[in-house]
């Protein structure tokens, strides 16, 4: 992927030199794609792997509703839903399966861990009052998955290779 990115990269300064020919001095061709190239490669060893690595989507709530009440749910979770400052690198996904008779059971999911489930009824006040149950839940699940984290990171939990 990196190669493919510092290709690109050549074509576009390429590009870029010959069109700005006023105020670049442009001799041959070849000497400025190797300066480009020499340009490149000493930038590509100063930036890390990880720079171009690390686009991710943190955040992301994914509907996967399919009635009338689950939609209401989903709708009122995500009104009332405030996403930690601290947290990153999560998911959430609300789904809904079928269930007895006008009632369906209700999931919501953090990384792919159940974290609330409830048995849905068509009524909007018990929708109202589960939705606040599961933003409590799905709060109180990633802030202790957060202070997890960070203790993991402290220096008591490093070690030092030696065994």
Known sequence: MKTVFTVCLIFMGFSLVFAQEDSVEVGNPSS???RL???LATQAETDSDEKFLSVEIDG???DETKT???YDFYDLFMKIWEA???VQNYSMS?????YRLRTTLIEVNVNDNLVYNAVLQ??????????EQAVSQC???LNNLEEMERQLQSEDQQGTGIY
Not at 94 to 98: M, R
Not at 122 to 131: C, G, L, T
Request: aromatic share 10%.
């Open 84 to 86: 930690p400052a601290s």
């Open 32 to 34: 400025v794609m190797r």
């Open 37 to 39: 190239i020499d340009q």
């Open 94 to 98: 609300i789904v809904e399966k079928p």
């Open 122 to 131: 068509p009524r909007y006040d018990i929708i109202q009052a589960y939705a």
């Open 60 to 62: 992301l709530v994914i």
């Open 68 to 70: 009338k009440a689950g």
């Open 139 to 141: 709060l109180s699940y």
